[in-house]
């Protein structure tokens, strides 16, 4: 051990007459440790929160999605779809609609994003037909009888035609069991749609509801325009875990939704899911050009930019302001050493006149001053990442989903934030040590033993 690192660590063992300067030494470590196991708890949040929302986001929607902006939809699209999943960077390709719609059962409803898609494509960029955790999404796959038992099965319907709260109270008031059978039988003919948990619980469905879906759009008739409604059986119900798409998200087969809405063999966006995620803005704008003209490319960066803008302004805020902890714990290394500087003042003046130079007094306190940032910065460091492992694993802090998307505080700590907290927080621990060593280093030998 160097000389002055061996004196440093005498001097940190406070002797019983220096037991105030041990006191403030003590806290100094501890402030050093709260700051830095606070900044590892924090990081780790943000770092959760953004890895959590990034996951689901990609999980539950495509990274690309190419948009027809000179017409109401692309009518020649199969062609198109062919094409473009050929490109280098594509992995796959879905054709789908989206419209808003209003989606009720009995005296409850609820706005919603309707999908149009089909499944064998849309398990190919999504996600979110993988999380149906009541019943099944396999009602949704395309037949050839889809296009006519949306117009035959889901309009007139005996003893159906007026809503009421619970499904078996309508199909017991048929008038025999041969009406029953044939309710029954409509009702299993009817179109399929999957729900998303949370709008399920709020419009009060279950697995066999029957649901009523009213297009904005409606359709003209000689009374003028009125809206457009169609009867649905819920097929399954999906539980992505994030609340944008349990709360307002609903699917329904392509051919129903372009029946649904008039549109004809018309679909209105093209999904993409590319090998590597951060290319998404030049692998679109390659898309954009091989779509030609009057098409427009949108990509899940761009999508969610103000949502990940506010994660890296949170991540900036969050290291500045519990960073101030450490702040006050080097100002308090700063009033040990300077407390330690005037104690020592006799011990100085002997080292000198023995042959001491400044620069070896110097190093001393500078060294004693490293060491309380070391050692803080290492405790810190194990109880940070311990709080961000077990808050990962057991998810013990709950949150409300409707604000905040998930239901649990997601921890995800990070070796480099652990790397860049260690470094800052030595780095002001050694600053607080420039000018109590500086001080010492001006000592003079004969001063300081003239009345000893």
């Known amino acids: 051990m160097r000389f002055e690192l061996f004196i440093a660590t005498r001097y940190l063992r406070a002797k019983r007459r220096q037991a105030f300067i041990g006191v403030i030494t003590g806290i100094s470590v501890l402030g050093v440790s709260a700051g830095v196991a606070s900044l590892i708890v924090a990081l780790a949040v943000n770092n959760g929160f953004r890895q959590d929302l990034q996951e689901r986001l990609l999980g539950s929607t495509s990274h ?28 796959a390709a879905a054709p789908a609609i989206f419209e808003q719609v209003l989606i009720s059962r009995g005296p409850r409803a609820k706005g919603a994003v309707l999908k149009g898609m089909l499944p064998q494509y849309e398990r190919k960029v999504s996600d979110l037909l993988d999380s149906v955790t ?56 009817m179109a399929p749609i999957v729900l998303g948990k949370d709008m399920a619980e709020e419009i009060g469905a279950t697995v066999g509801s029957i649901v ?25 119900i999906f539980n992505s875990g994030f609340f944008d798409y349990d709360s307002s998200w609903a699917f329904i087969r392509l051919s129903d939704a372009q029946a649904l809405f008039g549109l004809g063999d018309v679909i209105s966006v093209i999904q993409f899911k590319i090998n590597d995620i951060y290319q998404a803005a030049e692998v679109a704008h390659s898309l954009e ?11 899940w960066m761009e999508q969610n930019k103000p949502l990940f803008r506010a994660l890296r302004l949170e991540r900036v805020v969050t290291f500045i302001t519990i ?16 407390m330690m ?55 013990f ?15 995800a700590p990070r070796l480099v934030d652990g790397v860049i907290v260690a470094l800052v927080s030595i780095g002001i621990s050694f600053i607080a040590t420039l000018y109590p060593s500086w001080s010492a280093a001006r000592i003079l030998p004969a001063e300081a033993l003239r009345y000893e």
Do not use: C
């Open 134 to 189: 009541l019943g099944s999404a396999a009602d949704l796959e395309e037949t050839s009888s889809a296009k006519s038992t949306l117009g035959s099965a889901n309009n007139e319907v005996p003893g159906l035609d007026k809503p009421e709260p619970d499904e078996n109270v309508r199909l017991t008031k048929t008038k025999s069991p041969d009406d029953l059978a044939g309710v029954q039988q409509r009702v299993a003919a």
């Open 397 to 411: 802090i709950a949150l409300s989903a409707e604000v905040y998307s998930i239901d649990y505080v997601p921890f």
């Open 341 to 395: 500087v005037m104690e020592k003042t006799k011990d100085i003046a002997v080292l000198m006149s023995m042959g001491f130079k400044k620069a070896q007094i110097r190093r001393v306190f500078i060294a004693q001053g490293v060491l309380i940032g070391v050692v803080g910065t290492a405790i810190g460091l194990v109880i940070g990442y311990g709080i961000s492992w077990a808050g990962g694993h057991y998810h």
């Open 289 to 299: 050009e091989a779509a030609g003209r009057g098409f427009m490319a949108t990509n």
């Open 212 to 236: 009523l879906v009213t297009s904005p759009q409606g359709e003209l008739t000689p009374f003028g325009m009125v809206p457009k409604y169609i009867r649905f059986r819920v097929a399954g």
């Open 64 to 91: 690309i999605s190419l948009l027809r902006i000179e017409s109401d939809g692309m009518r020649d699209w199969r062609p198109l779809l062919d094409r473009l999943a050929r490109h280098p960077h594509v992995v």
């Open 323 to 338: 960073g101030l902890i450490v702040f006050v714990a080097a100002l308090n290394i700063l009033i040990s050493l300077i």
